[in-house]
């Protein structure tokens, strides 16, 4: 059997090598890192996209490009975590923590070809998890129930606690506000709009993606305006950096391992997926290093493992799919579809009717993610020049990409106020050591917790939820986990806390002037919003197994909201240490705020891309005359037109043309 | 020769705005949006996926997806019956979701806010257990039910495989339900054992069909995948649920173009090849005109709503 395997690898390595098939899995790749990197465009986005140019191609063919468009969208989220702090996927969040830090500290090309590497070590260990042990991973992915997903998920959950040490509390609430946001919608138990105050189109709820872009993309652009230096980072070029960067792959090949074989058996659940993984894979790396507080400074296998993880689920997607026919994934499900255009049925029969297919595509997707070094080497490269920009031109480019893509994600004209209004969050949350970091966390793992509690509840009507919930065998594990995950950090602060000189101690006294904070305010609004909500679940949600859950989060947001405040409030009292350049920096950013909405605002009246275009202008224009207070030229007005027309133009021809999205038209497009 | 020059050149692009309008003798003359209301992973965008090189070749112009996910189809639906009745904007959509969303309100909209151009397939709903388990049969399942706690899966919440299971309820077969969110989960959850039966519907559920073992089909006749399995019908229960794909527009859609669209649908579903094809994919094609569609929505609706009210005195029993 062994053999056999390998025979069929060996002749699907062959099978997969003709130029044809490489020109292909070359395009997918580009089309995947181009599409991965940029907001708004998911990784199955992605994929759906590329489908029908696959419908002409022969069966093997198509399984490659679409592979190959799988391998470099789950990796082109790195490229704009690590540039611009936007993560281009849901699953580079993490990326980002460490990524960025690098920028930021001039190491750029490090970061990213760091991030280029792992995610291939992740890819090729994910496939050849896949060649070897597809067939008993499905079966131990089908012991998963809904019980061990709940307490998965909240084995996710419970890393808030390790992720700022010394900020448990807001980190947690933060993680809260995160869950709120994701019971906003239709829910799953009932089916019954839930939170919406009558607005129908929330109905559908908040877009992860959307979220996500938000949350980071937007926020890191006005934090941007803050620092006074024209560019986001110095690009240092310093000869090498691929060097160190594989020598970094070599220095960490055994944790690279180890969280891509995790990363691989996480890609297998369904509904679970690379977010998760980066996640845990990111989580994990930190409690078991030596010394975890290196994490989140610049790290190098703080980009690498997160990276690693989340390709490597791109294999473990493929099993329950190969293994028994069932996505792992919604990308996945996309090549499923792809799959029976060609008139092939996916599943077990997959092995006896087309043995050859199936192992020049899992053959392909090892020779895709060697592929992907190069190609992702030359995209990094050129994208590296974006830090030769000044930010007086990135930042409205990022604002208004973003607008964009948070409209191609559903088609929904509220998505991007919902971006602009998750930025600008998120941005107050920063300045209050609340890390959107966390509220992400809450909105990737809250709706996976719910659904799974409820499905739980209603399957323990046959047995006992005792049974279910704590004495199955996988509930024990993650029980243990979650309990050791949580007394770590506790343990660890307390011994810290008596190791520290007993005059340190900063003595903790009630001071009414904190009230006046902006942390103090932001906690009270919190807290009193999920008073509200908490008020209409009780009153407005009909269905009991529709209110149990948004009730438990809003009380606890409720409770953790008072503790925190009554903490915030004892904190010894500091006179407000705002600078005027600090205050002026937030009138722009505010300025930039307005600017945003008002383009947007803008959009039914004169088409998507011409109130884009006025938007971006505008900031340029008072970027530059305004704030700079250069003298009036024609020729700088010239210029910011010109500017402004390319950025514009690409996101159009982008759009249009390539990704056959169409925004709303007013009287121009 | 400026002027001149400006006159023939603002009069060609006037006639580039005007002309689309003039005349739609020959619909379509721009792509087609194609608004699906489930997502790109579900059979709603499949069951077109399997049909768009053909489309393009029909009608000459390609179609443009557009997801609109949420409500069990009512985001679409809703977002179908605000657009312009140009056909540029089709959607794909389900009943009993249609019907089901209709009964309960949820949807803010009525029958007659659509044109239904055309069903094109049809997948019945499956009651199947795992290839290991001791169940061989409807009677086997229904003894092992009456004595004690069977739980049985169903994929979504008051669709096709949720009416189904209602249906064998209320007929005095007792069982515990539970809804996951899909077809995937919904099929690892039987063969994981996390659930003890399941509901299921043909089409999604044709690639891991050799992991399950089918006890009957809620159809009136025996599916051709599966020809060794009875209907419920043939052992003495009436329960015939099938999810129905089709394709709708906006009301008061021209009649010739519903007319060409109809035309067009019929000419691409003759073809022996492409049915295979999406017999293989598990979406069995099975053609209605518009007016018989509506009709079965409409005859749906009073049985539903009876098997609505059923699952909701469960529901409140329950707690």
Redesign the interface.
């Known amino acids: 059997m062994e053999t056999d395997v390998l025979q069929l690898f060996v002749a699907g390595i062959f099978n997969a090598l003709t130029p044809y098939n490489l020109v292909i899995m070359v395009i997918g790749l580009a089309f995947g890192i181009i599409g991965g990197m940029l907001p708004g465009i998911a990784v199955v986005t992605a994929i759906a996209l590329f489908l029908p140019f696959t419908f002409t191609m022969p069966p093997a063919t198509a399984l490659i490009a679409l592979g190959a468009v799988y391998s470099g969208a789950t990796y082109g989220g790195a490229d704009a975590s690590i540039l611009i702090n936007t993560p281009g996927q849901p699953s580079s969040v993490m990326t980002a923590l460490d990524g960025y830090t690098m920028t930021l500290r001039g190491e750029a090309e490090d970061a990213l070809y760091a991030a280029l590497l792992a995610s291939a070590f992740g890819g090729i260990i994910g496939t050849l998890v896949l060649l070897a042990f597809f067939k008993p991973l499905a079966n131990v992915a089908l012991k998963f129930g809904s019980e061990s997903f709940f307490w998965m998920a909240i084995f996710g959950l419970s890393t808030l606690v390790a992720m700022y040490p010394g900020k448990v509390l807001k980190t947690v609430l933060a993680g809260i506000v995160g869950i709120g946001i994701s019971c906003v919608g239709m829910d799953f138990a009932g089916g019954e709009p839930r939170l919406t105050f009558g607005y129908y189109p929330l109905v559908r709820g908040f877009d992860l993606v959307v979220l996500m872009v938000g949350l980071f993309s937007i926020s890191q652009m006005l934090k941007v305006i803050e620092e006074s230096e024209d560019y986001i980072a110095q690009y240092d070029r310093r000869p090498g950096a691929f060097r160190r960067a594989w020598r970094a792959l070599l220095g960490h090949k055994w944790v690279l391992s180890v969280v891509s074989v995790g990363g691989t058996f996480i890609g297998t659940l369904p509904g679970a997926g690379g977010t998760v993984a980066s996640i845990i894979a990111y989580n994990e790396a930190k409690r078991w290093d030596k010394d975890p507080d290196r994490f989140g400074k610049g790290a190098i296998d703080g980009v690498m493992i997160p990276e690693a993880a989340n390709n490597a689920c791109v294999g473990g997607a493929l099993v329950p799919l190969l293994a028994l026919g069932i996505p792992g994934s919604a990308s996945a499900a996309v090549m499923i579809g792809g799959l029976l255009a060609q008139g092939i049925a996916p599943g077990p029969s997959m092995f006896s009717q087309n043995a050859g297919i199936v192992y020049t595509f899992i053959a392909s997707l090892c020779i895709a993610n060697v592929a992907m070094v190069p190609v992702g080497y030359l995209i990094a490269k050129v994208c590296a020049r974006i830090l030769d920009v000044p930010k007086a031109v990135i930042v409205p480019s990022v604002i208004t990409l973003s607008c964009l893509g948070a409209y191609a994600m559903r088609g929904s004209m509220m998505d991007v106020f919902v971006v602009l209004a998750a930025g600008g969050l998120a941005y107050l949350f920063l300045k209050v050591d609340l890390p959107p970091v966390a509220v992400a966390l809450g909105v990737v793992l809250g709706p996976i917790i719910e659904e799974n509690m409820i499905t739980t509840i209603s399957r323990a009507q046959a047995s006992s939820l005792m049974d279910l919930f704590v004495w199955s065998p996988l509930s024990l594990v993650f029980i243990f986990l979650t309990a050791f995950s949580l007394a770590l950090p506790v343990w660890m602060d307390w011994k810290h806390h008596k190791a520290r000189p007993e005059g340190e101690r900063i003595p903790r006294k009630f001071s009414p002037a904190n009230l006046y904070r902006l942390d103090s305010l932001m906690i009270m609004a919190i807290t009193l919003v999920c008073a509200i909500l908490l008020y209409e679940t009780i009153t407005n949600v009909e269905n009991p197994d529709s209110r149990l859950f948004p009730s438990l989060v809003f009380g606890s947001g409720i409770v953790l909201g008072l503790l925190v405040l009554a903490f915030t409030l004892c904190e010894p009292h500091k006179a407000s240490s705002t600078s005027p350049l600090q205050r002026h920096k937030h009138w722009v950013i505010f300025q930039t705020f307005c600017m945003a909405l008002a383009g947007c605002a803008l959009v039914e009246f004169l088409g998507f891309y011409t109130s884009m275009f006025l938007t971006m202008a505008v900031m340029l224009l008072h970027n530059t005359f305004i704030e700079k207070q250069k003298p009036f030229s024609w020729k700088r007005i010239l210029k910011i037109a010109a500017v402004t027309f390319i950025v514009i133009g690409v996101q159009y021809l982008a759009f249009d043309k390539i990704i056959a999205v169409y925004p709303p038209s007013g009287l121009f497009i | 020769m400026l002027r001149k020059t400006l006159v023939v050149l603002m009069s060609m692009a006037l006639s580039f705005i005007v002309a689309p309008t003039v005349s739609n003798a020959a619909y379509p003359e721009r792509?087609v949006?194609m608004i699906v209301g489930w997502?790109?992973?579900?059979g709603a965008?499949?069951v077109i996926?399997?049909v768009?090189?053909e489309f393009q070749q029909e009608f000459g112009q390609?179609l443009?997806?557009?997801?609109?996910?949420?409500?069990?189809g009512?985001?679409a639906a809703?977002e179908v019956k605000d657009s312009k009745a140009d056909g540029y904007t089709l959607a794909s959509h389900c009943n009993p979701h249609m019907a089901s969303n209709l009964i309960?309100k949820?949807g803010?909209y009525n029958l007659d806010d659509f044109t239904y151009i055309a069903q094109t397939a049809k997948d019945p709903v499956f009651l199947a257990v795992r290839k290991d388990s001791p169940i061989n049969s409807l009677d086997d399942f229904i003894k092992a039910a009456t004595s004690g706690?069977?739980?049985v899966g169903c994929i979504d919440?008051?669709g096709p495989t949720n009416f189904a299971a209602l249906k064998l309820h209320k007929m005095g077969v007792p069982?515990?339900?539970?809804?996951?969110?899909g077809g995937?989960?919904a099929?690892?959850?039987l063969?994981?054992?996390?659930?003890?039966a399941a509901f299921l519907i043909t089409g999604t559920s044709?690639?891991?069909?050799?992991?399950m073992k089918p006890l009957a089909l809620a159809s009136e006749k025996r599916d051709p995948n599966m020809p060794d399995v009875p209907t419920f019908k043939e052992l003495g229960y009436d329960i015939e649920n099938s999810l129905s794909r089709f394709w709708m527009a906006p009301r008061d859609l021209p009649a010739d173009v519903e007319a060409r669209l109809l035309q067009g649908l019929t000419n691409i579903y003759k073809d022996e090849g492409l049915r295979?094809?999406c017999a293989?994919?598990g979406l069995a094609v099975d053609f209605l005109s518009g007016p018989e569609l509506k009709k079965s929505i409409v005859d749906s609706q009073a049985e539903l709503s009876s098997l609505i009210e059923y699952g909701e005195t469960l529901?409140k029993a329950?707690?």
């Open positions: 792509p949006k997502g790109a992973d579900g965008d499949l996926r399997l768009e090189k390609p443009v997806f557009v997801y609109k996910t949420g409500a069990n009512g985001i809703t309960t949820k803010r706690n069977l739980l919440f008051y069982y515990v339900m539970s809804s996951f969110g995937p989960k099929i690892s959850a063969l994981g054992g996390h659930v003890d044709m690639s891991s069909l050799s992991e295979e094809r293989k994919a529901k329950n707690q």
